[in-house]
């Protein structure tokens, strides 16, 4: 699915739940091409950021020998060093530093990308220009364990954003440690991880951008008589999004399709998936003791169409939409707020 560069970055925006701060990142959206450019350009917008207010810095532990004594005195050293005649000692202290592991994956990421393939030559140059301006940051080997490990200060909301930049960085460059060459795997293409950022996007949209629903994303409970053993076999059932106001419910499940509809041979007329049918029904149904009669939405993002098919299927209303992501954000952000204006029994 080919979604505009711009539609590309407002989903990692909200779905990141960083849309202010990727505001704040200046970064150029216009064009289109490989999406490693996309990635490219924000970190690099990013980069150009944190180091024209200031690379963020933590307290790290030093120890050194100093004049007098500062901090905490390691006195076993000093005496083993004989210091203390020259008036010196060893001592640990902690001293604000940026060479910490936020900068130090931002530093990795940047290499990272430089041997990426489809990489703008333009590009490559300006990051690695700015690789060599965090000289004073050391090189790390990138894990998954880094991004467990970091913990960004709570109020720099701009490395959260790039935090979770590099982290798409590190799970779709696959680079040999051998040869240094890499391949880039395309996210926009992979059908698995865009399905995953479009459900966390609509969430995220609806819960910044509204306020008649609350927004969750409840587990339900099956609603079938067994014994307690039994039920630890029924499948967990998660919902993607439910929107509660005081007048409805809604029940929304994203699809992430490279086509929205199937067909049984050549020119047979389409069909809403069945499969996709099936799970909102056991939903509605299973969700009636507590909320009554709720409402459903399936909802596809297109590049080349518009629909929206309402039903009545057992007593609950049920829509089958689409959100065009090849439309100017401005009308795709209105058609996402459309959807709930007619709540959950649309004419």
Excluded at 19 to 38: I, K
Excluded at 220 to 234: F, S, V
Aim: charged residues 25%; neutral net charge; hydrophobic residues 40%.
């Amino acid at each position: 699915m080919s979604i505009p560069i711009r539609n590309v970055y407002y989903l990692l925006c909200y779905a990141w739940d960083a849309l202010q701060e990727g505001e704040q990142v200046d970064v150029d959206l216009d064009g289109s091409g490989p999406a490693v450019n996309l990635l490219g350009r924000v970190l690099e917008a990013g980069v150009t950021h944190l180091l024209k207010r200031g690379l963020g810095r933590e307290y790290l532990v030093q120890e050194a020998t100093v004049a007098g004594i500062r901090g905490k005195l390691q006195f076993g050293v000093t005496l083993k060093r004989n210091l203390l005649a020259e008036g010196r000692t060893v001592c640990a202290f902690d001293e604000l530093h940026h060479d910490v592991l936020a900068n130090q994956i931002l530093k990795a990421t940047l290499r990272r990308l430089l041997p990426a393939p489809d990489l703008d030559p333009a590009l490559h140059d300006r990051l690695l220009g700015l690789h060599r301006r965090l000289h004073d940051i050391s090189e790390i080997a990138l894990t998954s364990r880094s991004f467990r490990t970091v913990q960004p200060h709570r109020n720099a909301r701009v490395y959260l954003f790039l935090m979770s930049l590099c982290r798409l960085v590190y799970d779709n460059l696959l680079v040999d440690q051998e040869t240094g060459q890499a391949r880039f795997r395309d996210f926009v293409r992979d059908e698995r991880q865009m399905a995953a950022l479009f459900e966390q996007f609509v969430f995220n949209f609806y819960r910044q951008e509204q306020s008649a629903y609350t927004v969750r994303r409840p587990h339900l409970q099956w609603q079938a008589e067994a014994t307690e053993e039994d039920r630890k076999y029924l499948p967990i059932m998660r919902t993607d999004v439910v929107l509660r106001s005081a007048l409805d419910t809604i029940v929304l499940d994203t699809k992430f399709y490279r086509q929205s509809f199937v067909t049984s041979r050549t020119g047979a007329q389409p069909k809403v998936h069945s499969s996709h049918l099936y799970q909102m029904l056991a939903y509605l149904k299973n969700y009636e003791p507590e909320v009554g009669v709720a409402a459903g939405i399936l909802l596809y993002p297109t590049i080349d169409e518009d629909f929206c098919y309402q039903y009545r299927i057992l007593g609950h209303p049920v829509r089958v939409c689409s959100v065009n992501l090849m439309q100017p954000w401005t009308v795709i952000h209105g058609q996402l707020l459309e959807l709930l204006r007619a709540g959950g029994n649309p004419s």
